[in-house]
């Protein structure tokens, strides 16, 4: 099982005092190449980055970037609309997830809906397969959902780990890790590759682990937590050490 880190939250600490600028300035912090060569480092296999509509978090420039310098192959997570699709087809990352967007969700809450997705995706799918892009359909474990995406020409599915993260019990959580299951075993012998991620977190990866033939896990939210809370300990001491002989 590979890990692909998400790091759009990287990019909403820096956006949360930049947000004005039209450019990302060079001593905007954090720097999302520093923070794409920690992960590297950590050693994850790949960089997941997701250009939204709205621009809330990554920007263009943080797409070129990583394409260009990040070291590490690049998940480009996506809407299925023309605008981002272009510029997709410009950066060419190694692999296209194509999600669902609403400009009033926090984070991207469910998962496509691909028997009712319409002439666009088919589109888009075709138009980054053409460019040599592995392309991914992020969609939630329903038979009926990753039946269609068998259909669509996608190489993987990326299943929807939320519910599963958002069991609020052990019952909850063992009746939706089943679900996931099914999901796996009906997708793989349709011929898809399958991706998983959404809510995966150092407690829950536990239950996770134990779904067969997963490829890579895309996990965000948890690490860059974890990330912050182990991380402010060195970071107030480096700013002690460097106020020290004032
Ligand atoms: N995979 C996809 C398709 C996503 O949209 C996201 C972000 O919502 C993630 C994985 C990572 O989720 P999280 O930040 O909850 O780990």
């Not at 310098?69 to 480009?76: D, I, K, S």
């Not at 028997?115 to 009926?144: H, M, T, Y």
Request: with cysteine; charged share 30%.
């Amino acid at each position: 099982m590979k890990l692909g880190v998400n790091i759009d939250h990287v990019a909403t600490l820096r956006q949360a005092r930049y947000r004005s600028k039209q450019v990302v300035m060079p001593w905007a912090e954090p720097d999302i190449l520093e923070a794409a060569r920690a992960v590297k480092r950590g050693g994850a296999h790949g960089l997941t980055a997701h250009l939204r509509e709205d621009r809330r978090h990554i920007q263009d420039q943080d797409v070129w970037v990583l394409r260009r310098r990040g070291g590490l192959p690049l998940n480009l997570e996506m809407a299925a609309s023309p605008e981002i699709l272009k510029i997709a087809l410009k950066v060419c990352p190694d692999e296209v997830c194509i999600v669902p967007e609403r400009r009033e969700e926090v984070t991207t809450e469910g998962g496509l809906d691909v028997l009712r997705g319409g002439r666009q995706l088919l589109k888009s799918v075709e138009a980054l397969r053409k460019r040599g892009i592995l392309v991914s359909l992020f969609i939630a474990p329903d038979l009926r959902q990753i039946r269609a995406a068998s259909r669509s020409g996608a190489e993987f599915i990326e299943l929807h780990t939320g519910a599963f993260a958002e069991a609020r019990d052990a019952a909850g959580r063992r009746k939706e890790l089943a679900r996931l299951k099914r999901g796996v075993e009906l997708a793989i012998s349709l011929g898809l590759r399958v991706n998983a991620g959404h809510g995966i977190n150092y407690s829950n990866i536990a239950w996770i682990r134990k779904l067969p033939a997963l490829e890579t896990l895309n996990i965000g939210h948890s690490i860059v937590c974890r990330a912050l809370t182990f991380g402010l300990e060195r970071a107030v001491r480096d700013m002690l050490g460097r106020m020290k002989g004032a």
